[in-house]
């Protein structure tokens, strides 16, 4: 009977283990992950709804150029419908979880800056649709940036927290029923190699440790880890 899939240690996932112990990634911050993401949407959803609505409650002209000033801004019939319908995205997404509005606020974020750009190519003209002003464009440019960061929040990192939703088990390598350990030398091995890993982290290695973790740095397969390891019993201790 073919052996499960294991999912291989690796010393980024040492890495997240140790951290704690370490005091470099604070217990829980994978958890602040989706909070974060969940309110800055609605936080920013509820900003951009209450321009619209002041807009509508405005009476502005659908597609006039010139606009008229809400909250500091220049807006029109347009735009305010515009602000409405991406408040109320960004606060679905919010409800619906985490990722989607992490994914959500991303895309939005890029819109927002295009926007920015394309009608700062318009201002002062007939193609000004969204009765844009350098106000509007500066607020575009502040709300696409603040919708990247928390949308990428805790979501691109080369070092995740375990707790993260991110931090999921397709991120890690496996190896293959051929690669496990089968002889107590190699579930030995196997062991220690993780203390090792863990101990560098955590800048407690001993020297050997961190010969042994540099050398299996240059292989791929935990297997070709695993005889990177063994070959340091085999061979003599280096001196000095």
């Known amino acids: 009977m073919a052996l499960p899939l294991l999912h291989r240690s690796r010393p980024d996932g040492a890495a997240r283990a140790g951290s704690d112990a370490s005091g470099s990634t604070p217990a829980g911050l994978g958890a602040r992950v989706p909070v974060v993401q969940r309110v800055g949407a609605i936080a920013v959803a509820l900003v951009v709804l209450g321009f619209g609505l002041l807009g509508f409650a405005g009476g502005l002209d ?20 515009i602000s409405v319908v991406t408040a109320v995205v960004l606060i679905a997404a919010a409800f619906r979880g985490a990722r989607v509005a992490s994914t959500v606020m991303i895309v939005i974020g890029v819109l927002f800056l295009v926007s920015a750009l394309a009608n700062l190519a318009v201002l002062d003209s007939r193609f000004n649709i969204l009765a844009f002003r350098f106000s509007n464009v500066v607020f575009s440019v502040v709300a696409g940036l603040l919708l990247l960061l928390l949308g990428a929040y805790g979501r691109v990192s080369g070092h995740l927290p375990a707790d993260s939703p991110y931090a999921t088990a397709g991120d890690e390598d496996v190896f293959t029923p051929e690669e ?61």
């Open 62 to 81: 659908y597609f006039s150029t010139s606009g008229q000033s809400i909250a500091g801004l220049s807006s029109n019939g347009l735009l305010s419908t």
């Open 180 to 240: 496990q350990p089968s002889t107590p030398a190699e579930f030995a091995a196997e062991r220690a190699m993780r203390d090792a890993e863990v101990a560098v982290v955590q800048h407690v290695a001993t020297a050997d440790q961190r010969r042994r973790v540099a050398a299996m740095a240059g292989v791929r397969t935990r297997g070709e880890r695993r005889e990177v390891w063994l070959s340091f019993d085999r061979s003599p201790e280096p001196q000095g």
